[in-house]
């Protein structure tokens, strides 16, 4: 989904609010519009943008001027909050999207922060690693006026991780002598104040929404005839006897970074009987074996060769792996029970959605499916577990990060997966029960209205609409 989408999935979702009786306590129908009009145009309208350039001297071309940006949607839930990508395909459009969906995703999950995005328009794998220590340093510099622990907090996104949000902290805390720095960023490494299982949050959270939907959720209602989503249900059903039966329910995931390879090995080591994982794809190639793919030497060879999977017979062969190799777009369209998006946007359109043969797909990524694509597949009865539901995993240990820089317990990681499992189901809960029992929405509607109901009560107990 583009900005336009986004914004126009908001506004439908904000206008029907105002037909709600006694929405907000307010029983008056004129003010009820009034005050719901309000809350359309500040959720509608973006609070800051903020564009520069960084120049840096390259090894290479001489100066390079690389634009930059820092979106700050909305507050009214808390703190600015949202990851840095650095990626070529970074444009202002784009960090705004990815910052409003921050600021619903937040208020979803009832996290005390508003939605933010950072992107710089570069390739990292195409800079020396001098030049992206560099990059980082002047990003913090240009922005450090609005960026900071009770303000606006970044973390790692596409393109980034832990080691560029640890340069990123040591030049906030050179640009603000004496001040409390630990919480200004999150994804931090572990030495650097960051905590354990930070990394994996998303892919295990992403992991968690399906296979508790398949395997806890649907089985509560095993036998009910009454859920009005026939077809998605049929699915559900299906795939829960097929882990039952000791058939194993096929995975693909598309992108093999931080989020889709923790997904992959949470599947292998956690669901083998059930499940496995038949295609990982990555920007170069799709890897297909519809036996199940051996994950734990595919992570060890992408350990050794900077995130890459193997792209030819001889790496396949190094990394003892037996797999055809098909081009990077095919594994979308493969034949597999469970699609994982864990790569870029707009993967799925008009052009290959109707090849999609997933029942369930699972937005790993931010905005992967267009909206042409989500109302065709949902009406397909296919299951779409939409991005601010399925990968808050990551913002939400972010959060745990946060509270422990200001306190004096460390959490441990067995700690930082249950708090974030327990938050996730209780909103996976609530979330799954109003879209199968209704007909009315599709799962990303349904997130939607749970979000900026959230929202515009904040906005109204505020007192900001007039
Ligand atoms: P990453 O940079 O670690 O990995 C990205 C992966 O996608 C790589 O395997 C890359 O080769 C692949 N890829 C890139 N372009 C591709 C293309 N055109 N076609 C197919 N594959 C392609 O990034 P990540 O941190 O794993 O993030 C992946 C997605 O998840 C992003 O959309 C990001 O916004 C989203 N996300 C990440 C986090 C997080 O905590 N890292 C949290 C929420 C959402």
């Known amino acids: 989904m583009k900005r336009k989408e986004t914004q ?3 506004e439908t979702v904000m206008d029907s609010f105002s037909h709600r009786d006694n929405f907000l306590g307010i029983s008056d129908p004129e003010k009820r519009r009034t005050v719901c009009r309000s809350a359309k145009e500040i959720i509608k309208t973006t609070d800051k943008i903020i564009k520069c350039y960084i120049r840096i001297s390259t090894e290479k071309n001489g100066i390079a001027r690389i634009p930059a940006y820092r979106v700050q949607h909305n507050n009214i839930s808390g703190y600015y909050k949202g990851g840095i990508r650095f990626s070529e395909g970074v444009t202002e459009e784009e960090v705004e999207n990815l910052a409003i969906l921050m600021t619903l995703k937040n208020a979803l999950y009832w996290l005390p922060f508003g939605g933010a995005k950072g992107g710089v328009h570069i390739n990292p794998r195409l800079v020396s690693e001098r030049e992206l220590n560099l ?3 002047k990003y913090v510099q240009n922005l450090a006026r609005d960026i900071g622990p009770s ?3 970044p973390a790692p996104d596409l393109g980034t991780n832990e080691q560029v949000i640890d340069w990123m902290v040591g030049e906030y805390k050179t640009i603000n002598p004496g001040k409390s720095y630990m919480g200004s960023f999150t994804g931090k490494s572990v030495a650097n104040g960051g905590v354990k299982g930070r990394r994996e949050s998303t892919g295990r959270g992403i992991f968690l929404s ?6 806890s959720w649907s089985k509560q209602y095993d036998k009910n005839d009454s859920i009005p989503r026939k077809q998605q249900w049929q699915r559900l059903q299906t795939l829960h006897q097929k882990g039952r039966k000791g058939k194993s329910i096929r995975i693909a995931i598309q992108g093999f970074g931080n989020v889709g390879n923790v997904v992959a090995q949470e599947t292998y080591q956690n669901d083998k009987n059930k499940s496995s994982v038949v295609a990982v794809s990555d920007h170069a190639v799709t890897l297909y074996q519809p036996d199940g793919l051996d994950v734990e030497n595919l992570v060890t060879f992408t350990k050794q060769h900077y995130g890459d999977l193997p792209k030819n017979a001889d790496e396949l062969k190094q990394a003892g792996i037996q797999a055809t190799i ?10 597999c029970d469970i699609l994982v998006l864990a790569a870029i946007e707009e993967q799925i359109h008009k052009n290959n959605m109707e090849q999609v043969k997933a029942s369930i797909l699972v937005e790993g990524a931010n905005a ?3 909206t042409e694509a989500d109302n065709y597949l949902e009406e397909q009865g296919r299951v779409i577990i939409p991005d601010i539901l399925a990968n808050a995993g990551g913002v939400i240990v972010s959060y745990l990060e946060w509270k422990q820089t200001q306190a004096v317990h460390n959490f441990t990681e067995e700690e930082i997966i249950s708090s974030m499992s327990q938050k996730m189901t209780t909103t996976f809960r609530d979330v799954f029960d109003a879209y199968f029992f209704s007909n009315k929405h599709t799962m990303r509607h349904t997130c939607y209205l749970l979000a900026l109901e959230r929202l515009t009560t904040l906005l109204y107990r505020h007192g900001k609409l007039y």
């Open 368 to 370: 992967p499916l267009s």
């Open 210 to 215: 399906y296979s508790w939907l398949i395997n």
């Open 151 to 153: 303000q606006d907090i």
């Open 135 to 137: 990059i980082s340093k």
């Open 8 to 10: 126009t999935l908001i």
């Open 326 to 335: 098909l081009p990077a777009a095919d594994v979308v369209t493969l034949d």
